[in-house]
């Protein structure tokens, strides 16, 4: 048998992708990180048993998904607020207590599905680039292969029973076959592309992605988001009317209220958020969109970690807002800049204002 350093060597540069493919699937990288965890210490222990008649690959890939399918058996889907209702138009209602218990969907830092190779979702099963593959045609799998993390196509995820989800990811995200696919499920072919027909269907339910729209060039994207971070910091809503498509959308969870279109978003935001300087904003990137981690200014002059707000872009506007209240993601951003950051959990300033 092998030693742990020998299989290690193997099975380790598979790690971001298998960590991505497992968030696609559970829609939290904290998830994400134990059954990758439980994965390799499964495939540890197995790996006696491995006699190379698939790719190591492939392999540990469906370890993977049995071991995030089981995991689902007791974990409920992972929302965002746009998912659960309406949103509302007027900046004045009262917003929504949070919900901290519910279980909501969670960004992901790019950092971590970075590998030494080409980027996740890239490679077909046989390690080759998947553009050959049969799939790759299909306009709902060029969209999933573009979109592999991004925030909404993760949030789309989410709504597919857990089994339509593997076999969409694993088929339409990561180009493997279909006789592949049922060999990793123990399913057959005609019920694989059974599944992945209906995975399909409920995903073009969910109306147009957000991924469809066309990102700027480089130097658009980064003076809108120098402009952004200055209108933020400074602060200044007034400046935000112009970096806002006029049907931008703003989201916070674990609130459930949600803004959409330009007046409500900005009446919210100077109304509620804006009102004082207070905040810093690090750049970063998460799902492989623009985003910050968002610190609040305490008397004193030391910072609390807020959050993590990750942006959707359409040519030389902002899209979406969304912005995850949820203290515990910041470390997976970094380690925080001084002055020290509390992480302790914390109460929106505008929580229960009218």
Known sequence: MPSRAEFTALAEPFRPELLAHCYRLLGSIHDAEDQVQETYLRAWRAFDRFE?????????????????????????????????????????????????????????????FTPAGPAPGALSAT??????????????????????VRLAFIAALQFLPARQRAVLTLRD?????TSEVAGMLGMTD????????????????????????????????????????????????????????????????PIPTWFSGRPAVIGFLAGRVLREDRWRLEPTSANGQPAFVVHRRLPGGRYEAQGVEVLTLSGARIARITAFHDPSLVPLFGPAPAPALSTRPVTPPWQGRP
């Open 52 to 112: 190379g008649r698939s790719s190591l690959r492939r392999w540990l890939y469906r370890i993977a998904t049995l071991t995030c399918l089981t995991a689902l058996d007791t974990r409920a889907r992972r929302p965002l607020p746009s998912g659960l209702g309406a949103p509302s138009e007027d900046h004045r209602v009262a917003v929504a207590p949070g919900e901290p218990s519910r279980p909501w969907l969670q960004p992901a830092p790019d950092a971590l």
């Open 173 to 177: 995200v990561l180009a493997f076959r």
């Open 127 to 148: 390690g080759d680039p998947a553009a050959g593959d049969p799939a790759a045609g299909d306009p709902a799998a060029v969209v999933a292969g573009r979109s592999g």
């Open 190 to 253: 005609a019920a694989v592309d059974s599944a992945l027909r209906r995975a399909r269907a409920r995903l073009a339910e969910r109306g147009p992605a957000e991924d469809d729209l066309a990102e700027p060039d480089e130097e658009t994207r980064r003076d809108l988001l120098d402009r952004y971070v200055e209108a933020f910091t400074r602060p200044d809503p007034d400046a935000l009317v112009h970096l806002l498509r006029a049907d931008v959308e703003v989201e916070m969870p």
